[in-house]
């Protein structure tokens, strides 16, 4: 009888560390592919969606950007860490921020880059996490990205949708902070890629 009674406890104990494990429980990486800027496909088959932050989608501008530089950050590994209570999206996606060893955080060097904005978080209902302070600080100080506006939408400033179009030069890609423009990307034009090896402006 005491020894079922032990076996209660320590069913119990195990429940509860499970239950009120530390939310900032980290992990280290060794690889894994950028679906796109925001979202990380481990080798195990599980997509980590990173926390406080968001990417353009593939096709609009600056995906392929933010797609190449998120896979740049990870390549030499890199630390997940779940940030607030939320362990999933609804899509089944691990909601973590990312780190790499030496410290530097995924979504800030986005951000920082033009190549995110600060968005799923306390502020769209979502839970809060450590960085959202942060982020929407860097995110107002950035005041443009890649695009020359917000890359979570496919439109130009001062026209009323997106469409095929190009900088008028290298200096107006550069202004904007889109330089070097890929080709397929909006902002691309022949005429920006002097050597036609498919990167303007480099």
Same mark, same amino acid.
């Given at each position: 009888m ?16 499970m ?22 496909? *481990? ?6 969606? @990173?926390?406080?932050? +968001?990417t353009?989608?593939?096709? /609009?501008? #600056?995906? $392929? ?21 939320e ?23 986005l ?11 306390s ?14 600080? *860097? ?6 990205? @890649?695009?020359g506006? +917000?890359?979570?939408?496919?439109? /130009?400033? #001062?026209? $009323? ?15 904007a ?26």
């Amino acid at each position: 009888m005491f020894a079922s009674g032990n076996g209660v406890v320590v069913a119990a104990l195990a429940v509860a560390s499970m239950l009120f494990a530390p939310i900032d429980s980290a992990s280290a990486v060794s690889g894994g592919r950028a679906i796109d800027g925001d979202t990380i496909e *481990l080798r195990n088959g599980k997509s980590v969606r @990173v926390i406080g932050i +968001d990417t353009p989608e593939e096709g /609009r501008c #600056g995906a $392929g950007r933010a797609q190449r530089a998120t896979q740049k950050f990870i390549d030499k590994g890199f630390v997940l860490r779940r940030a607030n209570a939320e362990d999933k999206d609804r899509y089944g996606r691990l909601l973590r921020s990312v780190t790499r060893k030496d410290g530097k955080d995924l979504g800030t060097w986005l951000i920082t880059r033009g190549l995110a904005v600060a968005r799923y978080d306390s502020r769209d209902g979502y839970s809060y996490h450590p960085q959202e302070s942060r982020y929407h600080g *860097l995110d107002a100080r950035q005041g443009r990205n @890649v695009c020359g506006f +917000d890359p979570t939408k496919d439109r /130009r400033p #001062g026209t $009323g949708g997106g469409g095929n179009w190009s900088y008028e030069n290298c200096t107006a890609a550069r202004n904007a902070g889109a330089a070097p423009v890929y080709r397929g990307e909006p902002g691309y034009g022949p005429h920006l890629d002097a050597d036609g090896d498919g990167v303007g402006c480099e």
